[in-house]
């Protein structure tokens, strides 16, 4: 599986993938969302591990603009974040139609279960 990490926060995305490809899945990172959007529209990622929270370009503005363009596979997106959303951001997110959104720390189980659905 070609898996797409967007965090911020270095240590994270270094240990997602490590932890993806030692289950042989293929990972692409980024700790800047601003350097990745094209990357998104441009690359066919069976997943994309996207942080909502990250300095001058966040996951919410990636996700605006995904809405924006309006073909793009909005289920092949898990939303990570240690943000303490409320219910209506989480909503709102989450009506976008990704698959998923998961609160940090990820365990490596809640890892193996995301990764089980899209393989």
Known sequence: MNIHII???KDITDA???FAESQNHQCTVS????KRYDRIINEDF???LLDIAM????GY???SKLTDKGNFEMSKIVVITASNLDGYASGKIEALGIY???RKPLSLEALEDI???FV
Not at 31 to 34: A, E
């Open 61 to 63: 503005d990636i996700l």
């Open 16 to 18: 997602i993938s490590l």
């Open 100 to 102: 998923k959104l998961v």
């Open 31 to 34: 700790n800047d969302g601003r």
């Open 46 to 48: 069976d997943l994309i």
């Open 7 to 9: 965090d911020d926060n």
């Open 55 to 58: 300095p001058e370009f966040s």
């Open 115 to 117: 990764f089980s659905k």
